[in-house]
């Protein structure tokens, strides 16, 4: 009896293990099982080969570059690739993700930082504020904020009692209204300027 083993379709190695059971007198029972053995590892590992390289292809794609190429160190046990090859790429995406969590952090504190800042800043411009308005508001001289056109847009409290108006009547008005004319004579060309 003559067994023809097609080289393209086993491995060596389960060619060698077969000639031993026929060598060695094992009987029909042993060599069916043998043939069963190797026809359910090539079913099983022919297409795990086909699906590790395209597992190879396309994990660069998913990780973003990530992937370990591994198609010229495995062997030829399929599962023990897939296994080497989760076993790292879980490393690479557990270490990219703890990366990722230290930049979040780091991320959270300088944005903490940065409000305590901002509070900080707001507080002293608030009191800056209200320092220039009581002073604005107590000096004993007529003070106003006129717009380019000379409309009043706010008048302190002796503006207030110069006018004889409250000063939210002010705002809008021409500060023309309220100059003598004397002084309307010399503030003219100075505005004009």
């Known amino acids: 009896m003559e067994i023809i083993i097609p080289a393209d379709q086993y491995l060596q190695e389960d060619r060698d293990d077969l000639w031993m059971l026929l060598a060695g007198g094992a009987g029909l029972s042993l060599l069916r099982m043998e043939l069963l053995t190797i026809g359910t590892r090539h079913i099983i590992t022919q297409p795990l080969a086909r699906l590790s390289d395209r597992l190879d292809r396309d994990s660069n794609k998913i ?11 495995w062997g030829s046990n399929e599962l023990v690739r897939f296994e080497v090859f989760f076993k790292k ?3 690479q995406i557990f270490a990219q993700q703890s990366r990722i969590q230290e930049h979040e952090a780091a991320l959270a504190i300088n944005n903490i930082r940065l409000q305590e800042q901002v509070e900080q800043q707001t507080r ?20 106003v904020y ?37 002084s309307k004579a010399s503030a003219k060309p100075v505005w004009l300027r």
Not at 154 to 168: C, K, V
């Open 124 to 143: 002293a411009c608030l009191a800056s504020e209200q320092e220039m308005q009581a002073m604005l508001d107590y000096v004993n001289d007529a003070i």
């Open 63 to 73: 990780t973003g570059g990530m992937a370990i190429s591994m198609a010229g160190s």
């Open 146 to 182: 006129i717009d380019l056109e000379g409309a009043i847009q706010w008048g302190n409290r002796a503006m207030e009692r110069l006018a004889d108006w409250p000063s939210p009547d002010l705002v809008g008005r021409p500060i023309w209204a309220f100059l003598t004319p004397e």
């Open 89 to 91: 790429l879980r490393a």
